[in-house]
């Protein structure tokens, strides 16, 4: 392995066989840069489908109401539904375990000002839990506090398009806004993924908003992120028995489906989760197929290197060098064709991944990359064909009597 003499020999027949070198070479680069490419792309695919479902919690139930479709335990239809606070703590605590953030929100349309600067926006009356059900990312301050909910403190959490729009200088938090004629202290700015409309909100306290709508106890949505620990299949079902019970509780026909929406992320996960899986199986099999026909090609190159070479394998054995001397040399020079070819696919496929980046975000491929491990577990297996393609057939011209090969045209 280290014998300076063969290093010396190896590098020797590279330079004077480049066209073989290179031939030997291509396939193993070019096989492990378009796995690395295709790898790449589908985690691209995968990164755009789960993004998209991480705008709110991804175990997010929302809960809406509407008008009634159908007549129902003496009722008309076309009767409007609405929710309450009560409806609320009923839904919360039906299988209470099944649920890890919740919150009520109660939206209004209402005009801000905050000196010369004025717009309407949209107000949620929450309670702390929604930062988790919206997953936003504080900026700057606080979210709301269990202690602005019982006190109804007069406190607001704008988001970062709310302070641009409105706040042209300095921070924000501490300063007033007028909403709807009443003064909010403004105690956190909040970003959130789902873009510059969300991050036009502001989020106050459910039991002050409430108050100032003439004490209303109204609650326009329900949201509730499911416990990590049911699985897809759970969830639908859970989200299924809060719909039944809310008909159920506001007297709404089991066949109406507008006088009690329901929207349940898991539905639209257990389809992501499906069609990823597929991405999934497509790539891997053809990254799978692309190294196969790399080890094809390199094991059908060393074939025809090892034929091109008996002659010069039978003078080396009719003077007098061992077989194992020999299938270690073209074993060597093999193994070292395959690394630094694969360093070369390797280098080009992971540039191709930083070259693309997220210029293709509009055909769903966000952020392509290839895990070090799975390129390793790739260069090993090439590396490994590459030994056993020089091996096999240098081990049987190894065999050849000297006669017979110096006789090979």
Do not use: C
């Amino acid at each position: 392995m280290f014998d300076l003499d063969r290093w010396q020999e190896i590098f020797s027949s590279i330079r004077s066989n480049v066209l073989r070198t290179v031939l030997s070479g291509f396939t193993v680069a070019l096989g492990l840069f378009i796995f690395i490419v295709l790898f790449g792309i589908g985690t691209g695919l995968q990164n755009a489908f789960t993004e998209g479902f991480t705008r709110d919690a991804q175990n997010l139930i929302s809960i809406y109401t509407g008008k009634t479709t159908l007549a129902y335990k003496g009722l008309q239809s076309d009767r409007k539904v609405t929710m309450n606070n009560d409806d609320y703590d009923f839904l919360v605590n039906t299988d209470k375990e099944n649920v890890g953030y919740a919150t009520p929100r109660y939206s209004s349309s209402l005009m801000i000002k905050y000196g010369k600067e004025s717009g309407t926006y949209q107000v949620n009356g929450a309670d702390p839990q929604e930062q988790f059900t919206e997953n936003r990312k504080m900026l700057e301050g606080r979210y709301l506090s269990p202690m602005d909910l019982e006190r109804k403190q007069n406190v607001a959490v704008i988001g970062r398009m709310v302070q641009r729009d409105l706040i042209k200088n300095g921070s924000p938090v501490g300063k007033e806004l007028n909403i709807n004629g009443t003064m909010f202290k403004i105690v956190g700015v909040f970003s959130d993924d789902g873009g510059d409309s969300d991050e036009r909100h502001i989020t106050v306290p459910i039991s002050t908003l409430q108050q100032m709508k003439k004490g209303s106890d109204t609650v326009s949505t329900i949201f509730i992120a499911y416990s990590d620990k049911l699985t897809p299949a759970a969830a639908i079902k859970y989200g299924d028995e809060l719909k039944d019970k809310l008909k159920s509780r506001k007297s709404v026909s089991p066949d109406d489906e507008n006088g009690v929406r329901v929207w349940n992320n898991a539905k639209n996960m257990n389809d992501t989760f499906m069609f990823m899986a597929v991405i999934t199986a497509i790539v891997t099999f053809i990254g799978l197929g692309t190294l196969l026909a790399g080890i094809i090609g390199i094991s059908n190159i060393m074939v025809y290197i090892v034929k091109e070479r008996t002659k010069e394998i039978g003078v080396r054995k009719a003077i007098g060098a061992k077989p194992g001397s020999i299938v270690a040399l073209i074993v060597q020079e093999s193994v070292v064709i395959t690394v630094i070819s694969g360093f070369v696919g390797v280098g080009i496929g992971v540039l191709a991944l930083n070259l693309i980046g997220d210029n293709l975000e509009e055909y769903f491929i966000k952020s392509p990359s290839v895990g070090w491990g799975t390129i390793i577990m790739a260069f090993i297996a090439l590396v490994l064909s590459g030994l056993i393609a020089g091996f096999v057939p240098a081990y049987r011209a190894s065999k050849i009597k000297p006669i017979e090969a110096l006789r090979t045209e």
